[in-house]
């Protein structure tokens, strides 16, 4: 059950046992008035009643304002959940880089690093960021290609590099 759910249960029930209550009270008051309870020993079973029927407005008044809580704040704990689960996306697509990256060797690690810093990189830029031929860096760059890490888009007479969304 959701918290705004929960928090409408909460103040719907605290109202209508507060009505009932305050109504009881009220029947409670008037008997003890009709006995003369207030300047009377013997009427301590009313004035019991009445105490702990105060003590139980406390803990309906608590009750009512934890509903308005749980009804309240519901959207700032979903924005935390979102928060949190977007954290973790990015913690596992991380974690899938950094394991792929494991398995290259030195040349494929500096490509791969290049791309996923810059998307869209052309590939005369890649060559000057990773101090790579032309030759070698169109070899590892078709190579993750065909193996579907990257895609490669026409720009003019170059390319432009970028990973794909499997990846």
Not at 4 to 16: F, H, Q, R, W, Y
Not at 38 to 67: D, K, P, R, W
Not at 76 to 88: G, M, P, T, V
């Amino acid at each position: 059950m959701n918290n705004k759910k929960l928090g409408i249960i909460l103040i719907s029930a605290s109202v209508l046992l507060g009505v009932f209550l305050l109504g009881s009270m009220s029947n409670l008051s008037a008997k003890g008035n009709e006995l003369g309870c207030y300047n009377n020993a013997e009427c301590n079973q009313v004035a019991g009643a009445l105490g702990t029927s105060h003590f139980i407005i406390g803990i309906l008044a608590a009750l009512f304002s934890l509903g308005i809580y749980m009804f309240v704040f519901n959207k700032s704990e979903e924005a935390i959940l979102k928060r949190l689960e977007d954290k973790n996306k990015e913690e596992i697509e991380l974690d899938k880089f950094n394991s792929v990256l494991k398995i290259l060797d030195e040349n494929e690690q500096k490509v791969l690093k290049a791309v996923s810093e810059k998307e869209g990189i052309s590939q005369s830029n890649l060559r000057f960021r990773t101090n790579l031929s032309k030759a070698k860096i169109s070899q590892i760059v078709t190579n993750f290609e065909k193996k579907g890490i990257v895609k490669r888009e026409s720009q003019g007479k170059t390319y432009a590099i970028y990973l794909a969304k499997s990846f």
